[in-house]
C-alpha cells in the first residue's frame, strides 16, 4: 500500500519526465542489491539447518563470516561503480536531456553510496528468514518504505523540490532502519551477534557454495527484470518508463501479497527437508495451489477495474491501454505460478534447473524486447517477459514434481 500512496506522490514532487530517470536509475541500483554472491541466501538456509540441529555456535560463524565478506564486496562494488561513472556518460545511456537534469551523476553517485551501505545490513533480513520470522523481514522492508514516504509527504509540502532530494529520501530511507534495526536484533538474539574474531574461512565454501548458484539465479532475473526500464527510457524516453512502472506496480501488488504469503515456506521447507517431513511439505504446496488460484482471480478483477483505478490513483494525464494492462496480469500469473514453487526448490537447496533456465531466459530476453518493442512499444517488452517466464513457470513445476515423487535423476536433483 505504502508503495502505491509514493506513486502519485513522488508526482507531484517531479514532473513525469523526472520521475521516469528516477525510476529507471532505481532499476539499475537494484543490481547493486543483488551484488552479495548469493551470500544472503546462502546465510538463510545455512543458518536454518544451524538453528534445526541446535548449533549456536555455528550459526554465530555463519552470521559473523557473511558480514565481513558483505563489507569488503561492497566496498570493492562502491569502487568500480562510482570509477565507472567518470568514463560512462549517463545522459547517453539513459536518453536523458541535460537541459532538463542537470546533475544526473551526482544524483547516481549519491544513490549508489547510500544503497551499497544498506546492501551490508541487509543481511539482518535473512537472519530473521532463517529463524522463520518473515514478518519480522517484512515488518524492516516496510518501515523503510513508510519512512520513505514520509520523506517524499514533508518535500511535496516544500516549493520547489528536485531529483537529487527525491533520490536521497527513497535510498536513505532503508538505510536508517536498518541501522536502527541491528542494535536491536543483536540485543535479543546475542547468540547471533557477529564479531571479526568469528570470522570463519571454512564456512565461505558452504555459504558460496549453495549461495554462488543463488547468485547466478539473481543476476540471470535481474536481467530480466532491471533492464525493462532502461530499455524503455532509452529506446523511447524516460517519461514512458513511468506508464510502464504504474501498471508494473499495480498489478505487482499481488506479487507481493504472494511473497508476503509463500515467504514462510522457503525456510520452513529447508527445516522440513532436512527432517524428512514429505507429508508437511506436500500439505502445503495444496493450500500454496489453492492460494495462486486465488491470486489469479484477483489479477482478473483488477485487470477488469484497471482503468477507473488509475484516474484515481495518478490521473487522467497518464495514458494507459488496455493491452498494456492485460499483459502485464499475464505476466504476473507467470511470476506467481513460478514463485510457487521456486521457493520450494530454493528450500530443498535444488536450484541447477531454476538457475539454467533462469540464464536461458535473461539471454533471450533482451533481443526479444528489442524485436517486439519496435514492432508493439512498451507493449512489446511486456510481451518479451510473458514469454521468458512461462518457461521458468513450467519447468519449476516438473522439477518439483519429480522432487515429490522420488524421480528426480542428474540435473533435476540438484
Given at each position: 500500500m505504502v508503495q502505491l500512496i509514493l506513486v502519485p506522490l513522488t508526482l507531484n514532487c517531479l514532473n513525469q519526465y523526472e520521475?521516469?530517470?528516477?525510476?529507471?536509475?532505481n532499476s539499475l541500483l537494484i543490481w547493486i542489491d543483488t551484488f552479495d554472491i548469493g551470500l544472503g541466501n546462502g546465510l538463510r538456509n545455512n543458518l536454518t539447518i544451524a538453528i534445526a540441529q541446535n548449533n549456536r555456535e555455528r550459526g554465530r560463524k555463519l552470521v559473523s563470516t557473511t558480514l565481513v565478506m558483505l563489507t569488503i564486496i561492497v566496498s570493492v562494488i562502491l569502487f568500480i561503480v562510482?570509477?565507472?561513472l567518470h568514463f560512462v556518460d549517463a545522459y547517453k545511456v539513459l536518453n536523458v536531456d541535460i537541459r532538463q537534469v542537470s546533475n544526473l551523476n551526482d544524483i547516481i553517485a549519491v544513490s549508489i553510496a547510500l544503497v551499497a551501505?544498506?546492501?551490508i545490513f541487509k543481511?539482518?533480513?535473512?537472519?530473521?528468514?532463517?529463524?522463520?520470522?518473515?514478518a519480522v523481514n517484512n515488518l524492516i522492508v516496510a518501515l523503510g518504505q513508510t519512512v520513505s514516504l514520509l520523506g517524499i509527504y514533508f518535500l511535496s509540502l516544500t516549493q520547489q523540490v528536485n531529483l537529487i532530494q527525491v533520490a536521497v529520501v527513497?535510498?536513505?530511507s532503508p538505510l536508517l532502519v536498518y541501522l536502527c534495526s541491528y542494535p536491536i536484533t543483536f540485543t535479543k538474539y546475542s547468540y547471533l551477534r557477529p564479531s571479526l574474531q568469528l570470522f570463519d574461512r571454512t564456512e565461505l565454501k558452504s555459504l558460496f557454495s549453495l549461495g554462488i548458484r543463488f547468485f547466478i539465479a539473481q543476476i540471470a532475473g535481474l536481467v530480466i527484470f532491471a533492464s525493462s526500464n532502461l530499455i524503455i527510457s532509452h529506446i523511447f524516453s524516460p517519461k514512458e518508463v513511468t506508464p510502464y512502472q504504474i501498471v508494473y506496480r499495480y498489478f505487482g501488488m499481488t506479487n507481493i501479497l504472494f511473497t508476503l504469503i509463500s515467504a514462510p515456506l522457503w525456510s520452513a521447507t529447508t527445516d522440513a527437508y532436512t527432517r524428512g517431513d514429505w507429508d508437511w511439505i506436500k500439505r502445503n504446496m495444496t493450500k500454496m495451489h489453492k492460494v495462486v488460484l486465488l491470486m489469479i482471480g484477483l489479477l482478473g478483477v483488477m485487470f477488469l477495474v484497471a482503468t477507473p483505478v488509475y484516474h484515481l490513483w495518478v490521473g487522467k494525464?497518464?495514458?494507459?491501454?488496455?493491452?498494456?494492462?492485460l499483459l502485464m496480469a499475464i505476466y504476473m500469473v507467470f511470476i506467481i505460478i513460478g514463485t510457487c514453487y521456486s521457493n520450494m526448490l530454493c528450500g530443498f537447496g535444488k536450484i541447477q534447473v531454476l538457475t539454467l533456465v533462469t540464464i536461458i531466459e535473461a539471454i533471450i530476453y533482451i533481443p526479444l524486447a528489442l524485436l517486439l518493442s519496435k514492432q508493439l512499444g512498451t507493449t512489446g517488452i511486456i510481451?518479451?517477459?510473458v514469454i521468458v517466464n512461462a518457461f521458468s513457470a513450467v519447468t519449476n513445476k516438473i522439477q518439483f514434481d519429480k522432487i515429490m515423487h522420488g524421480t528426480a535423476r542428474g540435473i533435476w536433483n540438484k
Amino acid at each position: 500500500m505504502v508503495q502505491l500512496i509514493l506513486v502519485p506522490l513522488t508526482l507531484n514532487c517531479l514532473n513525469q519526465y523526472e520521475y521516469g530517470i528516477w525510476l529507471t536509475i532505481n532499476s539499475l541500483l537494484i543490481w547493486i542489491d543483488t551484488f552479495d554472491i548469493g551470500l544472503g541466501n546462502g546465510l538463510r538456509n545455512n543458518l536454518t539447518i544451524a538453528i534445526a540441529q541446535n548449533n549456536r555456535e555455528r550459526g554465530r560463524k555463519l552470521v559473523s563470516t557473511t558480514l565481513v565478506m558483505l563489507t569488503i564486496i561492497v566496498s570493492v562494488i562502491l569502487f568500480i561503480v562510482i570509477s565507472l561513472l567518470h568514463f560512462v556518460d549517463a545522459y547517453k545511456v539513459l536518453n536523458v536531456d541535460i537541459r532538463q537534469v542537470s546533475n544526473l551523476n551526482d544524483i547516481i553517485a549519491v544513490s549508489i553510496a547510500l544503497v551499497a551501505a544498506t546492501f551490508i545490513f541487509k543481511f539482518i533480513g535473512n537472519i530473521y528468514l532463517a529463524m522463520q520470522l518473515p514478518a519480522v523481514n517484512n515488518l524492516i522492508v516496510a518501515l523503510g518504505q513508510t519512512v520513505s514516504l514520509l520523506g517524499i509527504y514533508f518535500l511535496s509540502l516544500t516549493q520547489q523540490v528536485n531529483l537529487i532530494q527525491v533520490a536521497v529520501v527513497y535510498t536513505a530511507s532503508p538505510l536508517l532502519v536498518y541501522l536502527c534495526s541491528y542494535p536491536i536484533t543483536f540485543t535479543k538474539y546475542s547468540y547471533l551477534r557477529p564479531s571479526l574474531q568469528l570470522f570463519d574461512r571454512t564456512e565461505l565454501k558452504s555459504l558460496f557454495s549453495l549461495g554462488i548458484r543463488f547468485f547466478i539465479a539473481q543476476i540471470a532475473g535481474l536481467v530480466i527484470f532491471a533492464s525493462s526500464n532502461l530499455i524503455i527510457s532509452h529506446i523511447f524516453s524516460p517519461k514512458e518508463v513511468t506508464p510502464y512502472q504504474i501498471v508494473y506496480r499495480y498489478f505487482g501488488m499481488t506479487n507481493i501479497l504472494f511473497t508476503l504469503i509463500s515467504a514462510p515456506l522457503w525456510s520452513a521447507t529447508t527445516d522440513a527437508y532436512t527432517r524428512g517431513d514429505w507429508d508437511w511439505i506436500k500439505r502445503n504446496m495444496t493450500k500454496m495451489h489453492k492460494v495462486v488460484l486465488l491470486m489469479i482471480g484477483l489479477l482478473g478483477v483488477m485487470f477488469l477495474v484497471a482503468t477507473p483505478v488509475y484516474h484515481l490513483w495518478v490521473g487522467k494525464n497518464i495514458v494507459i491501454t488496455q493491452t498494456l494492462s492485460l499483459l502485464m496480469a499475464i505476466y504476473m500469473v507467470f511470476i506467481i505460478i513460478g514463485t510457487c514453487y521456486s521457493n520450494m526448490l530454493c528450500g530443498f537447496g535444488k536450484i541447477q534447473v531454476l538457475t539454467l533456465v533462469t540464464i536461458i531466459e535473461a539471454i533471450i530476453y533482451i533481443p526479444l524486447a528489442l524485436l517486439l518493442s519496435k514492432q508493439l512499444g512498451t507493449t512489446g517488452i511486456i510481451l518479451a517477459l510473458v514469454i521468458v517466464n512461462a518457461f521458468s513457470a513450467v519447468t519449476n513445476k516438473i522439477q518439483f514434481d519429480k522432487i515429490m515423487h522420488g524421480t528426480a535423476r542428474g540435473i533435476w536433483n540438484k
